[in-house]
């Protein structure tokens, strides 16, 4: 039976983290909007799933690798500089899309090199803000905030892509563009307003030799703890057969059921509004890990179930929305337990070895699957996601690492 965990107090009475998360706020709108614009702007050039496809995967393959060193650079060097370049990275990044989509510039090359540039930006920051949580709050209330930046994220994009959809069936992604541009600068203003993110003495940029040491201390520690291995790569061939069809929903619903922009725009906000209660679930709640983690990939799966089949666009979304309820509860209280089960001075360099082997599976999961929408057709393609996810939670009930687990 769950267990409603004593609320420390709350997150929000340290201001600096309510600057901070005031300031990711704001970020998320502006991701919410760039992540509808730029796959529905590649579909609008390519009309092809393949496109799609290297778009997701040239994002997340960079994110994957770089991870290693952001954990690397977060451990080391001072985190609140770290975050002001990364996010004065994707503040250019967003710039010049916004300027040369307005001049008749912009092709799908650039879109290819652009988020790939996102992609290295957004990794170091990430490895950034995983330390920086418990520095600011203690360990005791991590969980708490990681659920409110996951909930936050996903709330916002209740709005961002519904009216993205809309946005973009009238003004074509220009709007959103710029807009994403703006928001990295006011997350900017919010992270300069915090005196520190840690670590308390920076030893500076990390040389070669350190950086692998790190990464191979980060290894050796995710390899040694069992569940953390386990659960390592069991998220990475879910983020695979994940990949597969999510990619595929824009062309899903545009071809299986002739949806326009605003109603791809709708769909994304419904799979938004489910992460987003399953991440206050998971905050909120105490499961068993193992047990926890083999029903959330399972019942993922269920909800993924019906989209091969139905002719009804509102079961699809319903589909979409209940898998997005298991999916945000899964990845926040996996975030959790991994904080309470790495050693805090570790947290940089073994959370970046996590992100490689979970985000590892995405790339190729992202061109098979943006391949199979163009080869098979989307429905089959939808097929493969729904079956891998029970083959996947079947697997981790095996495992004793994982079922037995209750840290």
């Known amino acids: 039976m769950a267990t409603v965990t004593a609320r420390p107090p709350s997150i929000f009475r340290s201001s600096a983290f309510a600057r901070f998360y005031a300031g990711q706020a704001l970020s998320y709108l502006g991701d919410g909007l760039r992540t509808l614009a730029i ?25 994957a690798f770089v991870s290693l060193i952001g954990g690397s650079l977060a451990d080391r060097v001072n985190r609140r500089r770290l975050m002001l370049v990364c996010d004065g990275l994707r503040f250019v990044v967003m710039a010049l899309f916004t300027v040369a989509f307005a001049t008749g510039h912009l092709t799908l ?73 703006l928001t990295y600068a006011a997350s900017q203003v919010s992270i300069a307003s915090v005196r520190s993110f840690g670590p308390d003495r920076p030893s500076g940029l990390p040389s070669p030799r350190e950086i692998g040491s790190d990464i191979v201390i980060g290894w050796r520690f995710v390899m040694s703890d069992s569940a953390l291995r386990v659960l ?42 489910g992460a987003a209660v399953g991440s206050l679930v998971a905050g909120r709640t105490h499961w068993p890990l193992g047990p926890a983690m083999v029903g959330a990939f399972f019942l993922d799966g269920l909800g993924w179930l019906p989209l091969p089949f139905t002719h009804s666009l509102a079961v699809a979304i319903a589909g979409i929305t209940f898998s997005s309820v298991c999916a945000g509860y899964r990845i926040t209280t996996v975030i959790s337990w991994r904080l309470r089960v790495i050693p805090e001075h570790l947290v940089g360099r073994a959370f970046g070895v996590v992100r490689l082997l979970v985000l590892i599976g995405v790339f190729p999961g992202s061109i098979l699957g943006g391949w199979l929408a163009d080869t098979i057709g989307v429905r089959p393609t939808m097929l493969i996601s729904a079956y891998g996810y029970a083959i996947m939670a079947l697997l981790l009930l095996l495992s004793p690492a994982v079922r037995n687990e209750r840290r």
């Not at 930006?121 to 708490?144: E, N």
């Open 109 to 181: 090359p650039m879109i290819y090199v652009g988020v790939f540039v996102l992609a290295i930006g957004g990794a170091v920051f990430l490895g950034a803000q995983t330390p920086s949580i418990p520095y600011l709050l203690g360990l005791d209330r991590s969980k708490a905030a990681i659920a409110a930046l996951t909930a936050t994220e996903q709330s916002v994009n209740l709005i961002a892509p519904p009216l993205g959809g809309v946005i973009f069936a009238i003004a074509g992604p220009l709007p959103m563009l710029a807009a994403n541009a």
């Open 39 to 63: 796959p529905l702007l590649v579909f609008r050039l390519t009309g092809s799933g393949t496109a799609l496809g290297w778009t997701w995967g040239l994002e997340l393959l960079p994110f």
């Open 232 to 273: 390592s790569y069991a998220h990475c061939a879910m983020n695979f057969i994940g990949s597969i069809g999510f990619i595929a929903l824009i062309p899903y619903l545009k071809r299986a059921f002739g949806a326009g922009d605003h109603v791809v725009g709708l769909a994304f906000g419904c799979f938004a509004a």
